[in-house]
């Protein structure tokens, strides 16, 4: 007596969305993760290499020496930069990514709230016709027995 479940296709497909956008998330996280990782990893190089030029200033460097210096900290200045972009970006698609990923799940949850109702609509049915059943048999035992105790 078991009926489908009407919304089943849809249940899995959004099943499989949501699926989708949980690995699709994990993706820009570790992307994001990453992006960061490596504006760190600049920053601290600035800072390491300033801080060589400062040792270099004070054992008396020359002015082309130190000129090389600024030129480079310049560039790893504009590296920052443009990872510190990139970081956002990458900050931006994460939080669009949770976003989808909120949606897709919320929608899931919906349609397998249905399918969960329906489960116990269906389990009630069968209850319901297994105890008719069950009253219907308790009966023809009540009656047979009343029958055969009247014969005797």
Same mark, same amino acid.
């Given at each position: ?17 949501t699926?989708?956008?949980t690995? !699709?998330? #994990?993706?820009? /996280?570790?992307?994001? $993760?990453?992006? =960061?990782s490596?504006?760190?990893m600049?920053?601290?190089?600035r ?6 030029? =400062?040792? +270099?200033?004070?054992? #008396?460097?020359?002015? !082309?020496?130190?000129?090389?210096? !600024?030129?480079?900290?310049q560039?790893?200045?504009?590296? /920052?930069?443009? $990872?510190? =972009?990139?970081?956002?970006? @990458?900050? &931006?698609?994460t939080? %669009? +990514? *949770?976003?989808h990923? !909120?949606?897709? &799940?919320?929608?899931?949850?919906a ?6 109702r329906?489960?116990?609509k269906? %389990?009630? $049915?069968e209850? *319901?016709?297994e105890?008719k059943?069950?009253?219907?048999? @308790?009966?023809? $035992?009540? @009656?047979?027995?009343?029958?055969? +105790?009247?014969?005797?």
């Amino acid at each position: 007596m078991s009926q489908n479940f009407t919304l089943q296709p849809l249940l899995d497909l959004m099943r499989d969305r949501t699926d989708e956008a949980t690995r !699709q998330l #994990g993706k820009l /996280i570790a992307a994001e $993760q990453n992006a =960061r990782s490596r504006l760190q990893m600049l920053e601290q190089y600035r800072a390491e290499y300033a801080e060589r030029m =400062r040792a +270099g200033i004070a054992q #008396g460097l020359t002015i !082309q020496a130190i000129n090389n210096y !600024q030129e480079f900290l310049q560039r790893i200045d504009t590296a /920052i930069e443009q $990872q510190a =972009r990139q970081v956002q970006l @990458s900050e &931006n698609e994460t939080g %669009r +990514g *949770k976003q989808h990923w !909120q949606e897709q &799940n919320t929608r899931m949850k919906a349609i397998d709230t249905l399918a969960v109702r329906h489960d116990e609509k269906l %389990r009630a $049915q069968e209850n *319901k016709q297994e105890q008719k059943l069950l009253d219907e048999f @308790s009966s023809r $035992q009540f @009656s047979r027995r009343k029958i055969e +105790g009247e014969s005797d």
